[in-house]
Nanobody
Framework: QVQLVESGGGLVQTGGSLRLSCAAS????????MGWFRQAPGKEREFVSA????????YYADSVKGRFTISRDNAKNTVFLQMNSLKPEDTAVYYC????????????????????WGQGTQVTVSS
């Protein structure tokens, strides 16, 4: 069984920062890319950022580019999302996900392109 566990969410004021972590545990699994998605109430789950596990190539949604930074620690099986200059529209449940093989760049930004998901962590940005 593979488990992805997110942590680091919370309540922050506009302009503040948070750092999310996602730790992978359980059986060893091949991972091609790790991603972060978010889902606000009444909205669809949307892509935030992703990083390829071996090379470290990063991808960002336009809405977070320049404010969020994704990174990984291969030895600790952990991926991070540093979120700066937070805005109220960043409020959502943030999910970590893992894809076990390369489906192509399109699916890297789609929830359907991932095989494992965490339970999510709430991020709330107050105005």
């Amino acid at each position: 069984q593979v488990q992805l566990v997110e942590s680091g969410g919370g309540l922050v004021q506009t302009g503040g920062s948070l750092r999310l972590s996602c730790a992978a545990s359980g059986r060893t699994f091949r991972r091609y890319v790790m991603g972060w998605f978010r889902q606000a109430p009444g909205k669809e789950r949307e892509f935030v950022s992703a990083i390829t596990w071996s090379v470290g190539t990063t991808y960002y949604a336009d809405s977070v580019k320049g404010r969020f930074t994704i990174s990984r620690d291969n030895a600790k099986n952990t991926v991070f999302l540093q979120m700066n200059s937070l805005k109220p529209e960043d409020t959502a449940v943030y999910y970590c996900a893992a894809a076990t093989y390369n489906r192509g760049d399109y699916y890297l930004r789609e929830p359907g392109g991932y095989d494992y998901w965490g339970q999510g962590t709430q991020v709330t940005v107050s105005s």
